[in-house]
Antibody, heavy 121, light 112 residues
Framework: EVQLLESGGGLVQPGGSLRLSCAAS????????MDWVRQAPGKGLEWVGR??????????EYAASVKGRFTISRDDSNNSVYLQMDSLKTEDTAVYYC????????????WGQGTLVTVSS | DIVMTQSPLSLPVTPGEPASISCRSS???????????LDWYLQKPGQSPQLLIY???NRASGVPDRFSGSASGTGFTLKISRVEAEDVGVYYC?????????FGQGTQVEIK
């Protein structure tokens, strides 16, 4: 059974940093692209960024709203993808989901349960 | 960025009746391979989003056949042939042609 489990959320002050983790199980993690999607309280979904697999050189992509502040990395040996969030702003407050991407068919087939990040003084 | 616009934003529905949600993209979502790069997701209350439709009209595994997706130019439609109580939640269209991937605002479907 495919499972994605996010962790690391919490309360952080503006300008601070936080690192989210997404632990994957039930599939060959190294084969897959992994994305982060967020949802501000009571709002819609916003794509944050992507980590491609080894076959695609582990390249990453980011939304303009987080580029230069957020960094996605992965550890295939630990079946995990990470979201390092620096210079956090109040508008980064959201539930952060990791999601597995299916290449060529182009969709998210599995999502984690999400972890809440609150940026507030 | 490709802008996705959904309508309506709120949709009261009657069980057993059909329902339809529209989504429009600011530019074509037609890939060079001939397939439309448009997905539909449903976020049920308190849950993570789940895939309903991919490539514009393909039902995901396990999705009831009362759900269907169609496309015409830059307009896309999600139809529910007969709404059931378990279909309540927020429906999102998402373009997956270009980076950044972008979602529609969401359509809240609720039972009348």
């Amino acid at each position: 059974e495919v499972q994605l489990l996010e962790s690391g959320g919490g309360l952080v002050q503006p300008g601070g940093s936080l690192r989210l983790s997404c632990a994957a199980s039930g599939f060959t993690f190294s084969d897959h692209y992994m994305d982060w999607v967020r949802q501000a309280p009571g709002k819609g979904l916003e794509w944050v960024g992507r980590s491609r697999n080894k076959a695609n050189s582990y390249t990453t992509e980011y939304a303009a709203s987080v580029k230069g502040r957020f960094t996605i990395s992965r550890d295939d040996s630990n079946n995990s993808v990470y979201l390092q969030m620096d210079s956090l702003k109040t508008e980064d407050t959201a539930v952060y989901y990791c999601a597995r991407w299916v290449v060529r068919a182009d969709y998210f087939d599995y999502w984690g349960q999400g972890t809440l990040v609150t940026v507030s003084s | 960025d490709i802008v996705m616009t959904q309508s309506p934003l709120s949709l009261p529905v009657t069980p057993g009746e059909p329902a339809s949600i529209s989504c429009r993209s600011s530019q074509s979502l037609l890939h060079s391979d001939g397939y439309i790069r448009l997905d539909w997701y449903l976020q049920k209350p308190g849950q993570s989003p789940q895939l309903l439709i991919y490539l514009g009209s393909n039902r995901a595994s396990g999705v009831p056949d009362r759900f269907s997706g169609s496309a015409s130019g830059t307009g896309f439609t999600l139809k529910i042939s007969r709404v059931e109580a378990e279909d309540v939640g927020v429906y999102y269209c998402m373009q997956v042609l270009q980076t950044p991937r972008t979602f529609g605002q969401g359509t809240q479907v609720e039972i009348k």
